[in-house]
């Protein structure tokens, strides 16, 4: 069982920057692919960025790319979301996700969740 709490949201104005973090307890955590998504108001939730279980690979949203950064770091079970460049249609509530087995961008595949932080870029 893995329980992940998500933080460092906060309201930044166009072009800065913000770290998002993603603590997860249980040991087993270092087997886990995270991912982070974000829903903004009467829209889906949907896939921003993913890293698997080692670190090694990488993916995201075609409109994150070149602005933000997933990493992590198992031997303190967190995965981290430096974000650069913010513009105001990033504005959403961020949410971080843990699977095992797998690694993408389907949030379904997705069985553990954090509580989400709320991210707001001011124009």
């Known amino acids: 069982q893995v329980q992940l709490l998500d933080s460092g949201g906060g309201l930044v104005q166009t072009g800065g920057s913000l770290r998002l973090s993603c603590a997860a307890s249980g040991r087993t955590f270092r087997s886990y692919s995270v991912g982070w998504f974000r829903q903004a108001p009467g829209k889906e939730r949907d896939f921003v960025a993913a890293?698997?279980?080692?670190?090694?690979?990488?993916y995201y949203t075609d409109s994150v790319k070149g602005r933000f950064t997933i990493s992590r770091d198992n031997a303190k079970n967190t995965v981290y979301l430096q974000m650069n460049s913010l513009k105001p249609e990033d504005t959403a509530v961020y949410y971080c996700?843990?699977?095992?087995?797998?690694?993408?961008?389907?949030?379904?595949?997705?069985?553990?969740w954090g509580q989400g932080t709320q991210v707001t870029v001011s124009s």
């Open positions: 996700a843990g699977a095992q087995s797998y690694f993408g961008a389907n949030r379904n595949a997705y069985g553990y």
């Open positions: 890293i698997n279980w080692g670190g090694g690979s990488t």
